[in-house]
């Protein structure tokens, strides 16, 4: 008596299934993205240009750059939701220490423009200190740790402009926020070099290999000998001085420092990493797949003018879009945890 | 079909039936064409090398694996289930290899997890507790329902989910190794409750690698081997050898002797101290303990499952700090804050629960290569030298498949266990700590790494090896100490020692 073997429904996953599983991460992010360009080059003649192409990229460079830093956090499994809070302080600073037009009535104090950017950096880093020593030696998780940093921030920029708004920073800076080279926006080559950076330093180094181990299983990373709390620190350190760099050019590139100036960033940046395909859980994701968020957002936002659509169904647009996403993580995710049994 | 199977359909169908199954991750065949058959109130033993596909089996069973080849028949009934959740409707309970418990949780919700008891649509919090405190003790556990999970010892946490299944009314209960954080009075209760739940006309899957534990409680073994059954005996007509030779193959029927004769402890009181404790205490969980660990010795620490001997190995390495007493390596006196100081100060630890040591979502290479990479790297990583490193682990441990870019997720049991211990054998440390370092191992394996620690005693390490199961101890020890309630009670030293003598000091 011989039973024939019979196919399961759900038969034997072939190799391409095995390999879609895997990545899926990284392939419902970019079909995501192909998508929407189809859609707004249909839909619009003047969307799918080169200069809406350049539009797009300075849209989302201040998002782009703190989104960089935000990488290395939601990497680890921690959040950072003083990024724009932090951005606007760092951004306020550094013109609090330029010299103003008379008519600006703010009691500043003007320093030549390094000493200026110098300083600016210094707030950005000792507010990033200050996360990281509340997340590692006093144990605050990091959602309530930033979520008071965000209060603080905000508090350091209404010190400090008083209502006011201030307009002039240091020329840098200037340069960089709202200068072009041969038609490239400086902001585009800023948040190209970061892009970069983050990209190498999580992919190639060794501190970048911890942040993903730490991620990944932070007890084990603790039992192999790394320094789990030195990591923890520093990326709360690396987010808010990348926070720091994007409130400062940010700044320039709107031509004002004033309160309140980068709110609507916080949930950009985080809707950018996490679109992407970066798991909120830790371990997995990358600066790749923080470049196609930020690109699904620019491409959003950018594309959503271009078909004249009502500017309120756009939030909402907005807000589904960035569910689904999260749905897509979470549910990859739970995947992989079936996975592993 | 063979006979035997032949046998059981006239008798009446079987609880389980399983025919013809394959399963294969991503080309790779974990099962091929297995038959398996289980009857109502039967215990049925299930052994196998590392990696022969027992696990892959039960999870069919219990629904986790939903895509295989073959049919599953309940009662003669055609079943297949899309979930786990679908096999538990069913009547199949399982306990997986890996603690599925959730730590944040309080004990009580664990055993009735998914099925706390209601009272008008709120969860019925008195009768939750009395149930769980009354399920507990039955299996002699006497804990607080209320206290968290994660704070309970790993032992205490697997006889918890033990409860869970046992208690939960499956008509199929699968236990895959679910002693091997057990002592054994532990392990003589929980056989106790396996009977009764026998008696009852329930069907137990039982996998263990301790073959004398199988012999011992089922009445049916099964032996796998590379994805295949190759026989399925009733236990009266077989013995450990003959378990062996069909599980590894011929030539090591002497594996795992059962350490119930005289062994010599081979101590060397002479040999320069590496690692010395003097009056090391840690709030409630052990207290003045002094021990000295010699370079070219292996010290065993044995005491039963939550006398202390796990903290005190995680304080010797950092990662907790005791509240009084001194440590001091290599006669400097060190006081770790952290994990990474111990290390840097020469020692390695394996803790006892794989998931805590293991980065399931990254290659063998990675997982191997994180505990040296500050050795091998400084700014720049250099994947191919950490590709290397793993390389030569991998064929010395004969890690299983031999692929160092596999995904540690997809490694056996026993597998992970040794890519665990392979993260320390890079750059020699001065003292290596082993908590349970044979926990999920084939007997084959556990030889290969009583071998390796040997290898790694003599070229001069100092070796502590922690665990509650008398063999491990007894296998590799030269000197051991046994701890109870949290102290040093008596310590083996150049004598001849056996099994029953150690449980008696313990
Ligand atoms: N999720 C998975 N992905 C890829 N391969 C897997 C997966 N699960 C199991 N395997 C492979 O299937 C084979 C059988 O594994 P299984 O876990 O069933 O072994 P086992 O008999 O339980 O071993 P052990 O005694 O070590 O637990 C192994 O070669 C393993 O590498
Ligand atoms: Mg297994």
Same mark, same amino acid.
């Given at each position: 008596m011989t039973v024939p073997a019979q196919e399961n429904a759900e038969a034997q996953p072939s190799r391409v299934g095995a390999f879609i599983r895997n990545r899926i991460r990284n392939i419902a992010p970019f079909a995501t993205l192909i998508i929407l360009l189809a859609f707004f080059s249909i839909a619009s003649p003047s969307f799918f240009t080169v200069d809406n192409g350049v539009n797009v990229l300075?849209?989302?460079?201040?998002?782009? !750059?703190?989104? !960089?830093?935000?990488?290395?956090?939601i990497l680890c499994a921690e959040i950072d939701l003083s990024v724009a809070a932090i951005a606007n302080a760092t951004g306020i600073a550094v013109a609090y220490f330029t010299?103003?037009?008379?008519? $600006?009535?703010?009691?500043?104090?003007?320093?030549?423009?390094?000493?200026?950017? @110098?300083?600016?950096?210094?707030?950005?880093a000792i507010l990033g200190l200050v996360n990281a020593f509340g997340t590692t030696i006093i144990s605050i998780p990091s959602f309530i740790m930033t979520?008071?940093?965000?209060?603080?921030?905000?508090?350091?920029?209404?010190?400090? %402009?008083?209502?006011?708004?201030?307009?002039?920073?240091?020329?840098?800076?200037t340069t960089l926020g709202s200068g072009a080279v041969g038609g490239v926006p400086w902001i585009v080559i800023v948040l190209g070099v970061f892009l970069v950076v983050g990209h190498v330093v999580l992919t190639y180094t060794r501190f970048g290999r911890y942040v993903y181990m730490v991620g990944g299983n932070r007890e084990a990373a603790e039992y192999s000998g790394v320094n789990v709390k030195v990591v923890l620190g520093a990326v709360m350190v690396i987010s808010a001085v990348c926070s720091g760099v994007a409130g400062m050019i940010g700044v320039a590139?709107? +031509?004002?420092?004033?309160?309140?100036?980068?709110?609507?960033?916080?949930?950009?940046?985080?809707?950018?990493?996490?679109?992407?395909?970066?798991?909120?859980?830790? +371990?997995?994701? +990358?600066? +790749?797949?923080?470049?196609?968020? /930020?690109?699904?957002? @620019? $491409?959003?936002?950018?594309? /959503?003018?271009?078909?004249?659509i009502d500017s309120f169904l756009k939030i909402l647009i907005r807000g589904i879009i960035l569910l689904v996403a999260l749905i897509i993580n979470v549910y990859v995710q739970n995947l992989r945890d079936r996975e592993r049994g | 079909m063979d006979a035997e199977a032949e046998a059981a359909l006239r008798e009446g169908a079987p609880r389980l039936h399983m025919v013809g199954i394959s399963k294969s991750f991503g080309g790779v065949a974990a099962l091929r064409d297995v038959d398996f058959l289980l009857r109502a109130g039967e215990i049925h033993g299930l052994v196998g090398e590392n990696g022969a596909g027992k696990s892959t089996l039960m999870k069919i069973i219990a629904g986790v694996h939903a895509g295989y080849r073959g049919r599953m028949l309940i009662d003669g009934r055609e079943a297949q289930f899309r979930s786990a959740r679908d096999a538990l409707a069913a009547g199949i309970g399982m306990v997986h290899q890996e603690l599925s418990v959730v730590p944040d949780l309080t004990v009580a919700e664990n055993v009735f997890l998914g099925k706390q008891p209601t009272k008008r649509g709120m969860i019925d919090w008195p009768g939750m507790v009395a149930g769980a405190r009354q399920q507990l003790a039955s299996l002699g556990i006497d804990v607080d329902p209320r206290a968290p999970m994660g704070s309970l010892s790993i032992g205490l946490q697997q006889l918890i989910e033990l409860a869970r299944v046992l208690f939960s009314g499956a008509r199929i209960i699968i236990l895959d190794e679910p002693t091997s954080a057990l002592s054994p009075p532990e392990v003589q209760r929980l056989f106790e409750v396996l009977r009764g739940v026998r008696a009852s006309g329930r069907s137990i899957v039982f996998i263990s690698h301790f073959l004398d534990d199988i012999l011992s409680v089922s009445d049916t073994v099964t032996i796998f081997r590379n994805g295949r059954r190759v026989v399925t005996e009733a236990v009266g007509k077989i013995d450990k050898g003959w378990v062996i030779k069909r599980m590894i193959g011929s030539g090591h029927e002497g594996l795992e002797e059962s350490y119930t004769g005289a062994i010599t402890l081979g101590s060397r009181p002479s040999a320069p101290v590496m690692l010395s404790a003097r009056e090391?205490?840690?709030?409630?969980?052990?207290?003045? !303990?002094?021990?000295?660990?010699?370079?070219?010795?292996?010290?065993? $620490?044995? @005491?039963?499952?939550?006398?202390?001997?796990?903290?005190?190995?995680?304080?010797l390495?950092?990662? /907790?700090?005791?509240?009084?007493g001194s440590l001091s390596i290599d006669g400097q006196v060190r006081r770790f804050h952290n994990t990474n100081q111990a290390r840097r100060a020469g020692i390695a630890f394996v803790p006892e629960s794989r998931r805590s040591m293991l980065f399931y979502q990254e290659p063998v290479y990675k997982n191997v290569s994180i505990s040296v990479l500050g050795r091998i790297s400084r700014l720049w990583l250099r994947p191919a030298a950490e590709r290397d490193i793993a390389r030569r682990h991998v064929a010395a441990?004969?890690?299983?498949?031999?692929? %160092?870019?596999?995904l540690l997720a997809g490694l056996s049991g026993g597998n992970q266990q040794k890519v665990a211990l392979a993260k320390w054998l890079t750059f020699m440390p001065k003292v290596l700590i082993l908590s349970e370092p044979t926990r999920g191992m084939d007997v084959g394996a556990k030889d290969d790494v009583v071998k390796i620690v040997r290898g790694l005693r003599d070229q001069g390490l100092a070796v502590i090896v922690v665990s509650a199961e008398p063999e491990t101890v007894l296998s590799l020890a030269?000197?051991?100490?046994?701890?109870?309630?949290?102290?040093? !009670?008596?310590?083996?030293?150049?004598e001849t020692i056996s099994k029953d003598r150690l449980l008696e000091a313990a």
């Open positions: 300075t849209q989302v460079s201040v998002t782009g !750059v703190m989104a !960089v830093g935000l990488t290395f956090v010299l103003q037009e008379s008519y $600006v009535n703010i009691p500043n104090i003007p320093l030549p423009g390094f000493a200026a950017i @110098g300083l600016a950096l210094l707030v950005c979520l008071a940093m965000m209060q603080i921030g905000a508090g350091i920029s209404a010190l400090l %402009v008083r209502g006011q708004i201030a307009y002039a920073v240091p020329d840098l800076v590139h709107f +031509g004002s420092a004033q309160q309140n100036e980068f709110d609507g960033y916080l949930l950009d940046a985080i809707a950018a990493v996490v679109v992407g395909g970066t798991s909120l859980f830790g +371990g997995r994701g +990358g600066i +790749g797949n923080t470049i196609i968020g /930020l690109c699904i957002l @620019g $491409v959003l936002n950018n594309g /959503l003018d271009h078909v004249q | 090391l205490s840690a709030s409630r969980a052990f207290a003045d !303990v002094s021990l000295d660990a010699r370079s070219g010795e292996i010290l065993g $620490v044995y @005491g039963f499952m939550g006398c202390g001997q796990i903290e005190l190995a995680r304080t390495f950092g990662k /907790l700090k005791p509240t009084t441990l004969n890690i299983r498949p031999p692929d %160092v870019a596999a030269d000197r051991i100490v046994v701890m109870k309630k949290g102290r040093i !009670v008596r310590e083996f030293a150049g």
